[in-house]
């Protein structure tokens, strides 16, 4: 067992030896239960587990072991059955509910799977929502939108709605909307899910680089081993348990391999985009 998980992403040293910066999520003892029916699912089974600011985390293990359910309760949509949560130090179990889309809505940015964007509306408008909840005024969404848009290579587009750009480009967007409020945390559950490789190596050199530019801390849940390592360390779920914690050893560097990579001509972009 040890040698197939060596083979699949090289692990380093056991997280617990790695210096130390200001933690930004803190779990202790984290417990969920679902209650469907008579029906009771144990989905966290006493989770203890802390990112320190400036870490990119990925999250692996097998369907069903509570991976998406962790991220909800990082993320406030969710609260835990049991045990204690700080995020930035504060501790939100005892926040109101709108206390806590508050502290959501400032401190962490969410990628999805499905890129979730708003089909009728353009890229800019899109991007451009998380501010309105936020009663940004309007000069100021405007800048930031751009701004964020621009990061994530897409300043051209702004225009376009999501079924007119690709997949890629839909989750670039998505990218920018989550980084418009300026969050300390960027949640992503299987953001490369739907991409193909090439796609998903240009969206993992856009977390490499917000991670390094902007000290963002990023908890990215993926089935591939090959894009957990681009992360830093790794925590490995089972059962709704935490079965392993390392750094990531032989780290992957996105944007040397997109340098790397024969460039895309117009042609084939094109028919990405049909
Ligand atoms: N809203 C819910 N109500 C009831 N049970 C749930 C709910 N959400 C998740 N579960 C159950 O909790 C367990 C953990 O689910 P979770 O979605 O966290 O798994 P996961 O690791 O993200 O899996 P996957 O890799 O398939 O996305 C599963 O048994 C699931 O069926
Ligand atoms: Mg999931």
């Given amino acids: 067992m040890e040698a197939t998980l060596q083979a699949e992403v090289v692990a380093g040293h056991p997280y617990e030896?790695?210096?130390?910066?200001?933690?930004?999520?803190?779990?202790?003892?984290?417990?969920?239960?679902?209650?469907?029916?008579?029906?009771e699912v144990h989905a966290l089974r006493g989770i203890t587990f802390t990112a320190h600011?400036?870490?990119f985390i990925a999250i692996m293990g097998a369907s069903g072991s509570g991976k998406s359910?962790?991220?909800n309760i990082i993320g406030c949509l969710d609260r835990p059955t049991k045990g204690r949560y700080l995020l930035d130090g504060v501790d939100v179990s005892k926040l109101s509910k709108d206390q806590l889309a508050d502290i959501r809505n400032r401190r962490v940015g969410f990628v999805f799977q499905g890129f979730n964007l708003l089909?009728?509306?353009?890229a800019l408008e899109n991007v451009e929502l998380p501010m309105l909840y936020a009663g940004i005024p309007t000069a100021e969404r405007l800048k930031r939108a751009r701004e964020a848009l621009a990061a994530v290579g897409l300043a051209d587009r702004e225009k376009n709605h999501p079924n007119q750009l690709s997949g890629g480009q839909q989750q670039r967007v998505a990218i920018a909307r989550?980084?418009?409020n300026r969050p300390a945390i960027i949640l992503a559950d299987e953001?490369?899910?739907?991409l193909d490789s090439r796609t998903s190596v240009e969206v993992m050199e856009i977390f490499q680089r917000l991670n390094e530019e902007r000290n963002l801390t990023i908890v990215l849940v993926t089935h591939e081993h090959d894009i957990a390592q681009y992360a830093k360390r790794v925590v490995v779920f089972k059962d709704g348990r935490i079965?392993?914690?390392?750094?990531?050893?032989?780290?992957?560097?996105?944007?040397t391999e997109l340098e790397q990579m024969p460039p895309i001509t117009d042609d084939e972009e094109e028919e990405e985009e049909l």
């Fill in 17 to 39: 030896e790695r210096p130390k910066t200001k933690p930004i999520i803190q779990l202790e003892h984290i417990h969920k239960v679902y209650h469907t029916g008579d029906f």
């Fill in 53 to 55: 600011e400036g870490e």
């Fill in 69 to 71: 359910t962790m991220m």
């Fill in 119 to 122: 089909s009728r509306t353009s």
């Fill in 178 to 180: 989550a980084l418009v």
């Fill in 191 to 194: 953001p490369t899910g739907n």
């Fill in 243 to 255: 079965k392993r914690d390392y750094l990531v050893a032989d780290r992957r560097d996105a944007r």
